[in-house]
């Protein structure tokens, strides 16, 4: 087994972007922020510290920021490089450096358990609306499910389907 520390150092891109993400929709949701860690060589390996919500929305907002922007932007960044390859056949350090981005970026999508945890407090609260119950509770699933995935590495496989599926889907489908 692989050191999480290890990992985190050749994927950090993806840890960058995965707290950033935090940071971007504790703004959008108006949430005080304390302090931001980007990326560190242990345990965890970023983390933003915000104040705490009773609003249960912006608790899953702030939960599922991360999948939302790390995905987009994973495919986006590994877009041209995967193009590129296809109609060339070849590829040049500049690609494979995208590729690469585009992987470590998506591989970091998934939230964490504390993530997972802090949505479940707000989906299971009284007060919260019965909508929120029904969407939050399997989203908190999923999350719980990704995070135990990444024991058998289902956070690489989602990175590669994301930064290399995706744009295959769509040069096929755009007729290239």
């Given at each position: 087994m692989i050191p999480g520390w290890i990992i985190g150092l050749l994927t950090f891109p993806g840890v960058i972007v995965h707290e950033l993400a935090h940071q971007l929709f504790c703004r959008w949701a108006r949430v005080a922020i304390f302090e931001v860690k980007y990326f560190q060589l242990k345990n965890p390996a970023g983390y933003v510290l915000h104040?705490?919500?009773n609003n249960p929305l912006k608790n899953v907002l702030i939960g599922v920021g991360p999948f939302i922007v790390n995905s987009v932007l994973g495919a986006l960044i590994a877009m041209p490089a995967i193009i590129s390859v296809m109609k060339f056949e070849s590829g040049s350090p500049l690609e494979y450096l995208l590729m690469w981005l585009g992987i470590s970026i998506t591989m970091h999508a998934f939230p964490s358990i504390g993530d997972a945890a802090n949505?479940?407090?707000?989906v299971t609260a009284k007060e919260t609306n019965l909508l929120v119950k029904i969407i939050g509770a399997p989203v908190v699933g999923l999350i719980y499910l990704g995070a135990l995935g990444s024991v058998f590495w289902l956070d690489l496989v989602y990175g590669l389907a994301i930064s290399y599926a995706v744009p295959l889907v769509l040069?096929?489908?755009?007729?290239?």
């Open positions: 104040e705490r919500t949505i479940w407090k707000s040069i096929k489908v755009m007729g290239g």
